[in-house]
């Protein structure tokens, strides 16, 4: 026979079973909540620490793509300035080479001689010249010797240039040729027709430009690489 006391007791002992059973149940539940948003918690960190990766390599060779271009421009323009300025002085080296080979072969007298021959006879022709016009040569100053043609006309050095235009002027004053001489420094000779006011210059800058117009922009082109 159960007595109260004992129903009590046993009442009891099932009441704390009872709650250990739903505590130890509400626990595993709520273990198993937290286990799967902590389980969400690093999926989302994971993919938001992706995506960001993925940005963040995004950018860098975005950035990297950036500096190559620029490095690529900057050495495209580097080189472009550095065959300009090769070129500039390679033309001014080669421009002033030509231009001392003409004066230089324009005070040479037996070159003047022969193209004095050239201007007072082809010249003349070639030009349409007709008979009564007059036709001036102008040679170099400091060729001609004109002090000394001044004091000793008749004592020149046979073979100088002085001596030379001296015979030169004898045959050609009769075709309307005159001889004069530059006030000048310039080199080489020019023909002046006095009747139309032209003249021919054949000067070693004259020359040496007309030779250079027509060699500069070839030389150029070698240079830069279009011309093989």
Same mark, same amino acid.
């Given at each position: 026979?159960?007595?109260?006391?004992?129903?009590?007791? !046993?009442g009891? +002992?099932a009441?704390?079973q009872? @709650?250990r059973? *739903?505590g130890?149940? $509400?626990?595993?539940? =709520?273990?198993?909540?937290? %286990?799967?948003?902590?389980?969400q918690?690093a999926?989302?960190i994971?993919?938001?620490?992706?995506?960001?990766? &993925?940005?963040?390599?995004a950018? !860098?060779?975005?950035?990297?793509a !950036?500096? $190559?271009?620029?490095?690529?421009d900057? @050495?495209?323009?580097?080189?472009?300035?550095?065959? @300009?300025?090769?070129?500039?002085?390679?033309?001014?080296?080669?421009?002033?080479k030509?231009?001392?080979l003409?004066?230089? &072969?324009l005070?040479? =007298?037996?070159f003047l001689?022969?193209?004095? @021959?050239?201007?007072?006879g082809?010249?003349?022709?070639?030009?349409?010249?007709?008979?009564? +016009?007059?036709v001036?040569?102008?040679l170099?100053?400091?060729?001609?010797g004109? *002090? *000394?043609?001044?004091r000793?006309?008749? *004592?020149?050095?046979e073979?100088?240039?002085?001596?030379f235009?001296?015979?030169v002027?004898?045959?050609?004053?009769? %075709?309307?040729?005159?001889?004069?001489?530059?006030? +000048?420094? !310039?080199?080489?000779i020019?023909?002046?027709?006095?009747? $139309?006011?032209?003249?021919?210059?054949?000067? +070693?800058?004259k020359?040496? =430009?007309?030779i250079l117009?027509?060699?500069?922009p070839?030389f150029?082109?070698i240079?830069?690489g279009?011309v $093989?």
């Amino acid at each position: 026979m159960t007595t109260p006391s004992s129903a009590a007791s !046993a009442g009891v +002992d099932a009441l704390i079973q009872r @709650l250990r059973n *739903e505590g130890v149940a $509400k626990g595993r539940e =709520e273990a198993a909540r937290i %286990e799967q948003e902590a389980r969400q918690l690093a999926t989302r960190i994971r993919s938001e620490a992706e995506a960001e990766a &993925e940005w963040l390599i995004a950018e !860098a060779r975005q950035e990297a793509a !950036a500096l $190559k271009a620029a490095g690529e421009d900057a @050495l495209r323009l580097a080189m472009r300035d550095t065959v @300009l300025r090769m070129t500039a002085v390679l033309t001014g080296a080669v421009s002033e080479k030509v231009r001392r080979l003409i004066t230089t &072969e324009l005070e040479r =007298e037996e070159f003047l001689q022969q193209l004095i @021959l050239e201007v007072a006879g082809r010249g003349r022709d070639e030009a349409g010249l007709e008979p009564g +016009d007059q036709v001036a040569i102008v040679l170099p100053r400091e060729l001609i010797g004109i *002090e *000394e043609l001044r004091r000793n006309p008749l *004592e020149l050095r046979e073979g100088s240039l002085s001596h030379f235009v001296l015979a030169v002027a004898s045959e050609v004053l009769e %075709e309307g040729v005159t001889f004069q001489v530059a006030e +000048d420094e !310039a080199h080489g000779i020019r023909m002046r027709l006095k009747n $139309k006011q032209i003249e021919i210059d054949l000067s +070693d800058e004259k020359v040496a =430009e007309l030779i250079l117009a027509h060699l500069q922009p070839r030389f150029r082109a070698i240079l830069e690489g279009t011309v $093989k």
